[in-house]
């Protein structure tokens, strides 16, 4: 009954982000707007972790196997990726350096700027 | 074998036991390459083309599987609130960080998508794909991309930045574990988070921050870019 209950709470918030979804005048994707209802109910303490501990453990802990599906789903979309698979391999590959060294040196000036702050104030 | 594989239970079955067998050799090799959802997609490809299984069959159990998909995601929130402490009190670098890393993410996706000629709908695939699986795919679903090469792209981003970050670490100078963990976390989110972690919990529970952080600061630029 426990377990039924979260189940309850969890697809119950995921059912009213959908109807936001539907509601907004932008494209945001209802599963994030799940995720910021649910921070938000446990920021205001609408909801407690207990609550949902045991659903969220299980979801979380597995969520590589719930994507499964969609990954195989490429089947249907080789013939497009045929052409362009070294390109996404090379994307990644540059992408990952780039993103790594631009956050490192924003974070590094960050830190150094609120020390400088710091020593002045 | 069409007739026989016509259920959702198939599907659903399939799928478990592949991910199943694909956590075992994970475990068996300690290879990054070797990751479950990597091989268990390969196995089951590999299953459906060698038995000449409709996908159309495989799909009715794994509709099911997709179901989970927005409840997971929901299920974030209860990770980042775990962590809201230290949220609080690095908020600033945090920000920043994720900010900057999403926005190069995108921008450097964008134009060598543009270099390499790429289709939009593929382009548009590709853009979010430094973000964790869940929202990554809602933002390529939302603006006219196709899911499952977001699935495949984040995976092999992640993949890169888990057998790179030792490297980068090293590279870029990084001597500041709440650097680090941010910067790991920006580029190769939960699969960079497992390797974040063997560094140290400070470096552990920043990446897992920035999964998040970085997840929703690319869905709202999405909403400007795509």
Known sequence: ?121 | MAEWTASPFFGVALSILAFWAAGKLQKRTGLVLCNPLLVSILLVIAVLTALKIPYENYSQGGDLINLFLAPATACLAVAIYSRIQILKENWLPILVGCTVGSAVSMGSVWALCRLFRLEEALAVSLVPKSVTTPIAVSVAEAHGGIPSITVVAVLITGVCGSVTAPLLIRLFRVKDPVTAGLAIGACSHALGTSKALELGETEGAMSGLAIGVCGLITVIFSMFLL
């Open chain 1, 1 to 121: 009954m426990k377990i039924l209950c979260q189940v309850g709470v969890i697809f119950g918030v995921c059912w009213v982000s959908q109807i936001l979804e539907s509601l907004l005048p932008f494209a945001f994707p209802a599963s994030v707007i799940g995720m910021l209802v649910l921070l938000l109910l446990l920021i205001t303490r609408v909801l407690r972790v207990e609550h949902i501990q045991e659903k969220s453990d299980f979801l979380l802990a597995n969520m590589a196997f719930f994507f499964l599906p969609a990954g195989v789903s490429i089947l249907n979309y080789l013939e497009e990726l045929r052409s362009a698979a070294l390109a996404l391999v090379v994307i990644c590959l540059v992408t990952t350096v780039l993103v790594f060294a631009a956050t490192a040196f924003s974070i590094r000036l960050t830190l150094r700027l609120m020390g400088r702050g710091k020593r002045h104030g």
